[in-house]
């Protein structure tokens, strides 16, 4: 019957249990997995390496607890070679087992490190470990994964900088969440290599290095949240180039310097949230005196706050007048103390 089952969705059904059940190993012609949403506790077995035909894995939202075995590394290990392209969006020619592209454990109470064994999972899109108790340093093996769309490790307890490297071969990525959790270093300079991140969430961290200008390059950027950390430096000039970019987030850091001028070329941005010290062109009354400390701020209530006090002139000032006037109002008026 095990070798029978090529489908086994039974999500969200309430299901309590144990999922350490070695015989899950013997379901060898299983291609979806998926027992999300449900009450499941226990570890997860490492027989699970045995399911050679597997191409998705989905057990987010239970109470799974343990170590993630280094045995999920060898799931779909009989899938076809590299060479053959399989993937969510290049479809595997008749005949061709799709390969493993999608593994999620977000959301359980998994714990120990992520190993790195699942750098061996080449043809994955989605990595999703979110919300769980992982530890240690990010495995730079894990910069195996070419052809990783969706990256989430967020709201965990892992720590040390983002190896070198991690970055470097995954040009098909999509959304980086790696905020809530107590990684150190910065943002590596081979970023600028993904031009199709939508989203680069490392916010509520403990970066603690310059933002790279390479940030600059990455041209199909929409939303970056770098707030919460310690990151000192400037702004990068190269956020100018982020023409896309509609959400930018700043704040709680130990930047030094002004808004880049540049950043009035970013006509679709909605909200920038920086801290007080980022605004000196933004003086009322008197040369070089701040505008209150409310805490984060939005265009709208930059740009009405540089209205006030348009008439005051210093010899230093860029032009903001410019900068501001040439952004879309934010359609909702925010300032967070």
């Keep these: 019957f095990a070798g029978r089952v090529t489908s086994l969705n039974l999500r969200r059904n309430g299901l309590k249990g144990n999922l350490t059940?070695?015989?899950?190993?013997?379901?060898?012609?299983?291609?979806?997995?998926?027992?999300?949403?449900?009450?499941?506790?226990?570890?997860?077995?490492?027989?699970?390496?045995?399911?050679?035909?597997?191409?998705?894995?989905?057990?987010?939202?239970?109470?799974?607890?343990?170590?993630?075995p280094s045995e999920l590394g060898n799931l779909n290990s009989n899938g076809p070679p590299d060479t053959t392209g399989c993937g969510i969006d290049d479809p595997c020619p008749a005949g061709v087992q799709l390969k493993m592209y999608d593994l999620n454990v977000g959301h359980n109470?998994?714990?120990?490190?992520?190993?790195s064994q699942l750098g061996q999972l080449s043809h994955l899109k989605i990595l999703d470990m979110t919300n769980n108790n992982l530890t240690s340093s990010i495995p730079v093996e894990l910069g195996g994964l070419e052809r990783l769309q969706v990256f989430y490790l967020r709201q965990n307890q892992l720590d040390g900088s983002l190896p070198t490297g991690l970055f470097a071969n995954m040009t098909e990525l999509r959304y980086i969440m790696f905020q809530e959790n107590a990684l150190t270093g910065g943002v590596p300079t081979e970023v600028g290599r993904l031009v199709n991140v939508n989203s680069l969430y490392m916010h509520s961290n403990k970066l603690d290095a310059s933002i790279p200008e390479e940030l600059g390059d990455m041209e199909n950027l929409r939303d970056v949240r770098l707030n919460d950390n310690m990151i000192p430096g400037p702004i990068p000039e190269s956020i100018g180039k982020l023409f896309k970019l509609r959400y930018l987030d700043f704040y709680n850091n130990q930047m030094v310097?002004?808004?880049?001028?540049?950043?009035?070329?970013?006509?679709?941005?909605?909200?920038?949230?920086?801290?007080?010290?980022?605004?000196?062109?933004?003086?009322?009354?008197?040369?070089?005196?701040?505008?209150?400390?409310?805490?984060?701020?939005?265009?709208?209530?930059?740009?009405?706050?540089?209205?006030?006090?348009?008439?005051?002139?210093?010899?230093?000032?860029?032009?903001?007048?410019?900068?501001?006037?040439?952004?879309?109002?934010?359609?909702?008026?925010?300032?967070?103390?």
């Design 21 to 68: 059940i070695p015989e899950l190993g013997d379901l060898g012609n299983l291609t979806y997995l998926d027992l999300s949403w449900n009450e499941i506790g226990g570890e997860i077995p490492t027989q699970i390496g045995r399911i050679a035909n597997v191409q998705v894995v989905n057990l987010a939202h239970n109470s799974i607890v343990g170590v993630l």
């Design 109 to 115: 109470s998994l714990s120990g490190s992520i190993p």
């Design 257 to 337: 310097g002004d808004i880049p001028a540049g950043i009035k070329n970013l006509t679709n941005l909605k909200d920038l949230y920086v801290q007080n010290e980022h605004l000196t062109p933004l003086r009322q009354r008197y040369c070089r005196q701040r505008i209150p400390n409310v805490g984060k701020y939005n265009w709208r209530v930059v740009r009405e706050e540089y209205q006030q006090m348009t008439s005051v002139m210093c010899p230093d000032m860029h032009d903001v007048d410019f900068t501001f006037n040439s952004l879309q109002a934010s359609a909702s008026y925010e300032a967070a103390s």
